[in-house]
């Protein structure tokens, strides 16, 4: 396994943001994936429009992961709704 650092938008509703974290936890949950942080950033402007809104909350989680399921989650998070933008890198150990 390897460490990642994933970072999520969601949009800035409360309601959607609460069922957009739900579905990324879950997924992650689903690939085996451990969630060593999470940190909540809160509502930020962003730098370009994004669905025609100026704000994203945003989500930072580092995890433990396989290399090959980084790409199912990818296309996994590009489906959901409340999701605006993610963002996995690997981090340095």
């Known amino acids: 396994m390897r460490n990642y650092e994933l970072t999520v938008i969601f949009e800035a509703n409360e309601e959607t943001t609460a069922k957009g974290l739900e579905l990324v936890e879950k997924e992650l ?4 994936v451990e969630i060593t942080k999470h940190d909540d950033m809160g509502v930020r402007n962003l730098a370009y429009p994004i669905k025609k809104q100026d704000k994203g909350h945003y989500h930072y ?11 199912a989650f990818s296309n996994a998070f590009r489906l959901m709704q409340p999701v ?4 996995f890198v690997l981090k340095d150990n």
Not at 84 to 87: A, E, Q, V
Request: hydrophobic share 45%.
């Open 61 to 71: 989680f580092e995890i433990a992961a396989e290399p090959a399921s980084i790409n």
């Open 84 to 87: 605006y933008k993610f963002l």
């Open 29 to 32: 949950a689903t690939g085996q």
